[in-house]
Structure formats: C-alpha cells, structure tokens
C-alpha cells in the first residue's frame, strides 16, 4: 500500500550508498518551472531514502537560499 508522508527535510535520513550522480542544477531548474511533484520513496523498513536523494539535496539548496520556508515538507 502507497502512503504519503509529510517530513521536514531534516528529518529524511538518506541511504548509505547513492550510486547515481545527480545533476543539481538541472533538479534545481525543473523544480523552479514545475515545482516539487514527484515524490522521493523511503524503505518502510529502514526509513531510509531509496529514490529521491538528488531532489532531496535539491531541495535543501532551495530552503537555505529562503526560497522555501524551513516549515514546508516533501512527501
């Protein structure tokens, strides 16, 4: 079963090994024109980040820069 769950940022823990190397920049564009609207996914068991991690730190970026308040959440 799919759940949505909201989380501050902080609060996703990320997987030990990443092997994608992700292209900030080009998340970073797409998320100003189309906004945050696909989902990162997290292990039930572990809690850790399976997919997401370049959006994730993306996202993060964004939030330092204040372009988002630090109470908005990603699911």
């Known amino acids: 079963m799919t ?19 992700h292209d900030i920049g080009e998340i970073y564009t797409s998320i100003k024109r189309w906004g945050f609207i696909e989902p990162i996914v997290k292990n039930e068991k572990t809690g850790k980040l399976v997919a997401g991690h370049g959006r994730l730190e993306t996202l993060k970026i964004l939030e330092k820069a204040s372009q988002l308040s630090s109470e908005d959440s990603l699911s």
């Open 3 to 21: 759940k949505i769950e909201y989380l501050p940022l902080n609060d996703v823990e990320v997987a030990n090994v990443n092997p994608k190397d």
